[in-house]
Structure formats: structure tokens, C-alpha cells
């Protein structure tokens, strides 16, 4: 099954800003990533790395102004449900451990 994930981001920055955004699905996971696009509005160069967590991160440095970032991408999954447990137990966030954040 493809499913198609992306967001958008607005900024207006007052001085240039070092940035790192982090919105692409692992590499690593059960899904296949197919096509993936990023479009910045001003133009800029995105600098492509990845972390200790091994996620996928973009670098840049925001210029002063008005930016938009979009990202787009084709993804393919097994279109299996994901596992229920139907007695878990959901904690209000202001009580989660710090380990678990």
C-alpha cells in the first residue's frame, strides 16, 4: 500500500538563524520510502546528515525574512494494522518519565 506523508513550515526570522529539521520517516524502518522532494521558499541548499539516532536531518542557515519549507514523499507500507492493546494504560504527558521523552 503507498501512502503519501509531507508537511509545511513557516517561518519569518528576524536575523539569520542555523537551523536543523528533522520530518523525514527513518530509512530504517518496515515501510520503504519511494520519492521524496524538498522545496524551501527562498531557494536554499539543504545539507543532508544524519544523527546518532541515525535519523535523517536537514542543516541550513535561515536567512532573514520569510521561509517556507515543504517536504513531500511517497511512501510504501504493509497496510497491516498496527498492534492494539487495548488495556494500556495512556498517562498524561506531564506525568511520562524523563527516559521516555
Same mark, same amino acid.
Given at each position: &500500500?503507498? %501512502?503519501?506523508? #509531507?508537511?509545511? !513550515? ?7 538563524? @542555523?537551523? /536543523? %529539521?528533522?520530518? +523525514?520517516?527513518?530509512?530504517? #524502518? ?8 524538498? +522545496?524551501?521558499? @527562498? ?8 544523527? %546518532?539516532?541515525?535519523?535523517?536531518? +536537514?542543516?541550513?542557515? &535561515?536567512?532573514? #525574512?520569510? +521561509?517556507? !519549507? ?8 504493509? #497496510?497491516?494494522?498496527?498492534? /492494539? ?7 498524561? /504527558? ?8
Amino acid at each position: &500500500m503507498h %501512502i503519501r506523508v #509531507g508537511c509545511e !513550515f513557516r517561518y519569518d526570522v528576524t536575523w539569520p538563524t @542555523p537551523t /536543523v %529539521i528533522q520530518v +523525514q520517516p527513518r530509512q530504517d #524502518g518496515a515501510h520503504q520510502l519511494l520519492q521524496e522532494t524538498w +522545496q524551501t521558499t @527562498p531557494e536554499r541548499p539543504l545539507h543532508t546528515f544524519h544523527d %546518532i539516532y541515525n535519523n535523517t536531518c +536537514q542543516r541550513l542557515l &535561515m536567512p532573514a #525574512g520569510e +521561509q517556507v !519549507f515543504r517536504y513531500d514523499a511517497l511512501v510504501e507500507v504493509s #497496510g497491516e494494522p498496527d498492534p /492494539v492493546v487495548p488495556d494500556a494504560v495512556q498517562m498524561p /504527558v506531564e506525568e511520562l518519565p524523563d527516559d521516555v521523552l
